[in-house]
């Protein structure tokens, strides 16, 4: 059986969301996602039993810690001594500066597309280095009858629609402090992007990739070359709009998205893990996220029309921050498109797809390893090849 790790000082951590009369009294925890599911840290779920040492009164509070992966060839791959801190700093410096702008644009309310940041630290010896007793205390969302769609299926419409709505609420806040509070966006946002390229695994994918666009009658060689140069463009160069500039995700797929229903209908949808939080334009996300997580059958048929979702519901948002929306056109927002795909999401759709599409590997060790690297099954073959198909069709490659 795993070892579930200790959280030393885990009072200290929730300190300031207890009274002053508040102890933790002891903890338990057990993991919080299945193998396979989180390939970059360790997830707890957490309960903490609080007491009220005037009254007595106990009550449990239901919390996630994440922690370090524990394993160093992971914690290369994953480059975790960045990447731990970038999301660390997302919860504690870029959240309440968002949050600050928010009410400075008359909205009375924190942005509520993030889970709920109860503490963090990356050491307890006072250094810069992360080490294992690094760990960041966020709401337990599943607790609160959050879900994660199944992976190698993805999302319906309706759902994929509450994801483009927390999407668009998360970029309009960046767009719109970039812009209006520049100094600000500088000094307090700007220091924590980190441009996370993993070269893992790149050219056995690139090889599958080639090999089932060959094997198909739909690409002709024309088509092919396109796909080959939009995969080995290189992602590090990367040009960002001065419109369009914001916060991404970089990482917005169905494992990483915790949809609320209600009477079976989705009613909300809070983002996670922020370890490769980057400077880019929204199409970072919104492209990722819908070839890599709507639902196959629905993919081809929805795109367009999901994109005119996302760019209505974004222009609202900045409707609300009090922002001149003029400036951001259809036009340019297609040309985004175009460069998004182009530059990085095929390539970064096509390399997530093996983790996505390849339910039983159970870890970043499994992935150099595994025969479907060059014989991937049917599901994945056909999820490539529309997706490469709606990019040869509309130009974007």
Same mark, same amino acid.
């Given at each position: 059986?795993?070892?579930?790790?200790?959280?030393?000082?885990?009072?200290?951590?929730?300190?300031?969301?207890?009274?002053?009369?508040?102890?933790?009294?002891?903890?338990?925890?057990?993991?919080?996602?299945?193998?396979?599911?989180?390939?970059? #840290?360790?997830?707890?779920?957490?309960?903490?039993?609080?007491?009220?040492?005037?009254?007595?009164?106990?009550?449990?509070?239901?919390?996630?810690?994440?922690?370090?992966?524990?394993?160093?060839?992971?914690?290369?791959?994953?480059?975790?001594?960045?990447?731990?801190? =970038?999301?660390?700093?997302?919860?504690?410096?870029?959240?309440?500066?968002?949050? =600050?702008?928010?009410?400075?644009?008359?909205?009375?309310?924190?942005?509520?597309?993030?889970?709920?940041?109860?503490?963090?630290?990356?050491?307890?010896?006072?250094?810069?280095?992360?080490?294992?007793?690094?760990?960041?205390?966020?709401?337990?969302?599943?607790?609160?009858?959050?879900?994660?769609?199944?992976?190698?299926?993805?999302?319906?419409?309706?759902?994929?629609?509450?994801?483009?709505? #927390?999407?668009?609420?998360?970029? #309009?806040?960046?767009?719109?402090?970039?812009?209006?509070?520049?100094?600000?966006?500088?000094?307090?946002?700007?220091?924590?992007?980190?441009?996370?390229?993993?070269?893992?695994?790149?050219?056995?994918?690139?090889?599958?990739?080639?090999?089932?666009?060959?094997?198909?009658?739909?690409?002709?060689?024309?088509?092919?070359?396109?796909?080959?140069?939009?995969?080995?463009?290189?992602?590090?160069?990367?040009?960002?709009?001065?419109?369009?500039?914001?916060? =991404?995700?970089?990482?917005?797929?169905?494992?990483?998205?915790?949809?609320?229903?209600?009477?079976?209908?989705?009613?909300?949808?809070?983002?996670?893990?922020?370890?490769? %939080?980057?400077?880019? =334009?929204?199409?970072?996300?919104?492209?990722?996220?819908?070839?890599? #997580?709507?639902?196959?059958?629905?993919?081809?048929?929805?795109?367009?029309?999901?994109?005119?979702?996302?760019?209505?519901?974004?222009?609202?948002?900045?409707?609300? %921050?009090?922002?001149?929306?003029?400036?951001?056109?259809?036009?340019?927002?297609?040309?985004?498109?175009?460069?998004?795909?182009?530059?990085?999401?095929?390539?970064?759709?096509?390399?997530?797809?093996?983790?996505?599409?390849?339910?039983?590997?159970?870890?970043?060790?499994?992935?150099?390893?595994?025969?479907?690297?060059?014989?991937?099954?049917?599901?994945?073959?056909?999820?490539?090849?529309?997706?490469?198909?709606?990019?040869?069709?509309?130009?974007?490659?």
């Amino acid at each position: 059986m795993t070892t579930i790790p200790e959280i030393k000082n885990l009072e200290v951590l929730l300190k300031n969301n207890l009274q002053h009369d508040e102890v933790v009294v002891e903890y338990e925890s057990s993991r919080l996602t299945a193998p396979g599911e989180n390939y970059g #840290s360790i997830m707890l779920r957490v309960t903490a039993k609080i007491k009220n040492i005037t009254t007595g009164n106990e009550r449990n509070l239901e919390i996630v810690a994440k922690l370090i992966p524990g394993n160093k060839k992971i914690e290369e791959i994953f480059d975790t001594q960045v990447t731990y801190k =970038t999301e660390f700093n997302f919860y504690a410096t870029v959240i309440p500066t968002l949050n =600050t702008f928010l009410k400075s644009r008359g909205v009375n309310k924190d942005i509520d597309v993030v889970a709920r940041f109860y503490g963090g630290r990356i050491n307890l010896d006072g250094s810069d280095r992360v080490d294992e007793d690094a760990v960041i205390v966020l709401e337990n969302l599943k607790a609160n009858g959050y879900v994660t769609g199944k992976k190698n299926i993805g999302l319906d419409v309706p759902s994929a629609k509450i994801v483009l709505d #927390s999407l668009a609420k998360f970029h #309009s806040v960046g767009i719109g402090l970039r812009l209006l509070q520049p100094e600000i966006f500088d000094k307090n946002i700007r220091p924590h992007f980190y441009n996370f390229v993993s070269s893992y695994i790149k050219d056995m994918v690139y090889a599958g990739l080639i090999q089932v666009l060959e094997g198909s009658d739909e690409f002709n060689t024309d088509h092919i070359e396109r796909a080959k140069i939009a995969y080995t463009h290189d992602p590090k160069k990367v040009d960002v709009s001065d419109i369009w500039g914001t916060l =991404t995700n970089c990482d917005a797929w169905t494992n990483n998205l915790l949809i609320k229903y209600e009477d079976g209908k989705p009613v909300h949808c809070v983002l996670v893990d922020f370890q490769v %939080l980057n400077y880019g =334009t929204p199409h970072i996300d919104v492209i990722f996220f819908l070839l890599s #997580s709507l639902l196959y059958e629905k993919l081809e048929e929805n795109i367009d029309h999901l994109l005119d979702y996302y760019y209505e519901q974004l222009l609202l948002n900045l409707k609300e %921050l009090k922002m001149d929306i003029n400036i951001f056109s259809r036009d340019s927002f297609d040309e985004e498109t175009k460069i998004a795909v182009k530059n990085y999401e095929y390539f970064h759709t096509m390399w997530m797809l093996v983790p996505i599409m390849n339910e039983n590997l159970k870890s970043v060790d499994q992935i150099a390893a595994s025969k479907n690297l060059l014989n991937w099954e049917k599901e994945h073959v056909d999820r490539a090849i529309t997706i490469t198909k709606i990019c040869i069709q509309r130009g974007w490659i």
